[in-house]
Nanobody, 123 residues
Framework: QVQLVESGGGRVQPGGSLRLSCAASGSIFSINAMGWYRQAPGKERELVAHITSGSRTNYVNSVTGRFIISRDNGKNTVYLQMNSLKPEDTAVYYC?????????????????WGQGTLVTVSA
């Protein structure tokens, strides 16, 4: 019904930058909060950045001042600009969205996840 497709991952040297994108598609009435999570090898998934429908943002302490989350509501897309990347930022990054989906003649609240995109920070 609703899909999130991420792009923009890859390998970058320490100090470099990457921009992740996540586009939502399907039978969408509206999207509330959106966020980026990451999971490093051997670690639990953690929230990296979060943005509300009104574009209020919050970040995990370790990325504050380096990462910027933004969204384009007209395109149902959320972005994560990652600057001054460090080796400890290496992880699979997942997009997440709280979606109001159209199901038949009704609306249904869904939490949707993307498939993940790998970010590797290494010299």
């Amino acid at each position: 019904q609703v899909q999130l497709v991420e792009s923009g991952g890859g390998r970058v040297q320490p100090g470099g930058s990457l921009r992740l994108s996540c586009a939502a598609s399907g039978s969408i009435f509206s999207i509330n909060a959106m966020g980026w999570y990451r999971q490093a090898p051997g670690k639990e998934r953690e929230l990296v950045a979060h943005i509300t429908s009104g574009s209020r943002t919050n970040y995990v302490n370790s990325v504050t001042g380096r990462f910027i989350i933004s969204r384009d509501n007209g395109k149902n897309t959320v972005y994560l600009q990652m600057n001054s990347l460090k080796p400890e930022d290496t992880a699979v990054y997942y997009c997440n969205a709280d979606v109001v989906a159209i199901v038949g003649l009704t609306e249904r609240y869904l939490e949707v996840w993307g498939q993940g995109t790998l970010v590797t920070v290494s010299a």
